[in-house]
């Protein structure tokens, strides 16, 4: 009996030992780290120009009021560069527009350019494919003078943006796009008139003496010579417009 018991106890305490240390089975392993994701770099914004616009319509019309060092003027409503074409003998390489006189030539034109030679307050202008308005003659007496085309006018008026030229009266100039596509409001000179203009317009500085609002297909709405370089100051502002919407 004794033998018997001690037999039994053997048996039980190898079982217990082999429980404890857990012999044959796999051991467990710590969790796999996943990478951290790479971050994908943000593209930078583009910026979209603004859509070709008409910026000197041919058959718009519009009276201007202003102001000088000597007084009040205006010019009565008329078309802003009317019809017929003088042909294209000073714009053939900008392609088959045409050249038209423009009526208010000083819209467009410095009053420094005009004191030096009365005869560009008269100027041609023409436009390439894209829009863009030159300047490319002047006439006097019915006749056309060509000059050195030069840009007044982009189709696309984009903020920051410019271009430089010889003016009409051979004077160097950079042009900057002051702001492009705002809402200004503009009020006709005092005289016979008091209309308001409210609407988007895109300002271009043309060196020091020269100031230009320009309205998508209306056409020049403020001229401003502050009276730099020894010319005069003028503001010249449009009102009583007369939009033809079909105007090249």
Same mark, same amino acid.
């Given at each position: ?43 930078t ?7 070709a ?22 010019y009565?409503?008329t ?15 900008l392609?088959?527009?045409g ?26 202008? $023409?436009?390439? $494919? ?39 009266a ?9 702001s ?12 016979a ?9 895109s300002?271009?500085a ?9 309205a ?12 730099? $370089? ?19």
């Amino acid at each position: 009996m004794r033998r018997l018991l001690l037999g039994v106890c053997f048996l039980a305490a190898l079982a217990a030992a082999g429980c404890g240390a857990n012999y044959g089975t796999t051991p467990t392993t710590g969790a796999t780290a996943t990478p951290a994701p790479t971050a994908t770099p943000v593209p930078t914004a583009t910026p979209v120009p603004v859509k070709a616009e008409n910026y000197l319509p041919l058959t718009n019309q519009a009276a201007y009021n202003g102001t000088t060092s000597g007084g009040v003027f205006a010019y009565a409503s008329t078309a802003l560069a009317p019809p017929p074409s003088l042909g294209t003998t000073c714009s053939a390489a900008l392609g088959t527009f045409g050249e038209f006189v423009v009526n208010v030539g000083l819209a467009i034109i410095p009053v420094s350019d005009v004191q030096f030679n009365g005869a560009y307050a008269t100027p041609v202008i $023409s436009k390439n $494919s894209t829009g863009d308005v030159y300047v490319v003659g002047y006439t006097s007496g019915g006749t056309e003078t060509c000059v050195q085309s030069y840009p007044i006018a982009k189709a696309q008026m984009v903020k920051g943006s410019g271009w430089t030229f010889v003016d009409i009266a051979g004077v160097s100039r950079s042009a900057v796009v002051v702001s492009d596509h705002v809402t200004a409001t503009f009020i006709a000179q005092p005289g016979a008139v008091s209309t308001t203009y409210t609407g988007i317009v895109s300002q271009v500085a043309y060196g020091s003496d020269q100031t230009i609002y320009w309205a998508a297909g209306f056409g020049p709405v403020q001229t401003i010579n502050p009276g730099a $370089s020894g010319n005069f100051a003028q503001t010249l502002t449009a009102h009583n417009w007369v939009v033809d919407p079909a105007s090249k």
